[in-house]
Structures are given as structure tokens and as C-alpha cells.
């Protein structure tokens, strides 16, 4: 059920990609600028939607958009936080991130799920923290909701998080 790759997250076959985006919603570097470049001007169009609704998204909270041209059928737009020392809540604010992309792919009948490695990239947040807590969030919300989602994927763009993600995991590289 739970599957870590090296790769590019934009070639994943899923019906969702989670996109780790910022509080504006318009498009970034890192997995932002990809998904926002690959999958085209249909998931701006709608991230811009949404900030007229709602004025973009907050840290740790997640919205849906179509995927455009991605081979998935949806982006979820999630914002992680920016590492400042665990002064701001940001363990917390990371978990909340990826239970709510879990939680919107519920809403939105989603069985197949990939994350990037949220928040440490240019956020600074220290991977193997990270990765311990994208883990436990996943792992909690699977042992509520069982099989609602049947294949969630870490795809890590860089060996140093896919080593982190493969030994957390116990699996064979």
C-alpha cells in the first residue's frame, strides 16, 4: 500500500499528485514550478479560482484542482511550513499538511496518491524529521480509514530522501 521511488513526480501514474505548494496558490521553484509547467495553464486557472474564493491556502492545509495534462486526475495543492528551528509549530503544521490531502482524496472517491517530500526543499525543514512525520501521518490515517486509499506513493526527488524514506519504511532499495 505504501511505496517510496525515485523519481519525478510529475510522470506518476495516480489519480492524484500532491503538489507542495505556497500560500498564493500561483506556482514556485521546486515540485511547485514542475507540476505548475507539466500539467499547464488549466491548474493555475483554477488555483486562481480558488484564491479569488478564498484568498489562496494556509500552512498546513490543502485544496484540489484539476491535474491538466499530468497523467493524474488531480493536484492537491498542500502548503508545508517553512523550518524555523520547531519555534512555530511547524512538526504539527506538516502532519496537518499531508492529513489534509488524505482527507480531501477521501471527499473525492481518490485511491492512488503521490507526495512529494514536503517542506524540504527551499523550507528548510530538516528530511529525516520530516519524513517521520509524513510517515506517521499517513500510517495513522490509514489505520482509521483501512483501504479508502490503495496505493500511496512517496516520490523522492533526491537519493538522501529516498535512503531516509526506504530505511523508515523497511524497504529494500
Request: aromatic share 6%; net charge positive.
Amino acid at each position: 500500500m505504501i511505496q517510496v521511488i525515485k523519481g519525478d513526480i510529475t510522470k506518476i501514474e495516480v489519480e492524484a499528485i500532491v503538489n507542495a505548494a505556497n500560500t498564493s496558490l500561483l506556482g514556485g521553484g521546486g515540485v511547485d514550478g514542475a507540476i505548475h509547467r507539466m500539467g499547464g495553464k488549466s491548474i493555475l486557472e483554477e488555483c486562481q479560482k480558488i484564491r479569488s474564493k478564498q484568498g489562496g491556502c494556509k500552512v498546513g492545509e490543502a485544496v484540489i484542482t484539476t491535474a491538466g495534462k499530468l497523467p493524474a486526475k488531480f493536484v492537491i495543492h498542500t502548503v508545508g511550513p517553512v523550518w524555523n528551528k520547531g519555534g512555530n509549530n511547524e512538526e504539527h503544521l506538516l502532519y496537518s499538511a499531508y492529513s489534509n490531502c488524505l482527507k480531501l482524496a477521501i471527499l473525492n472517491n481518490i485511491t492512488s496518491i503521490s507526495f512529494p517530500n514536503i517542506s524540504t526543499g527551499i523550507y528548510k525543514f530538516p528530511k529525516e524529521k520530516a519524513a517521520k512525520i509524513a510517515i506517521k501521518a499517513i500510517t495513522d490515517f490509514v489505520e482509521i480509514n483501512h483501504n479508502a486509499i490503495k496505493r500511496i506513493i512517496f516520490v523522492c526527488f533526491d537519493d538522501e530522501n529516498y535512503t531516509i524514506y526506504s530505511n523508515l519504511l523497511n524497504i529494500e532499495k
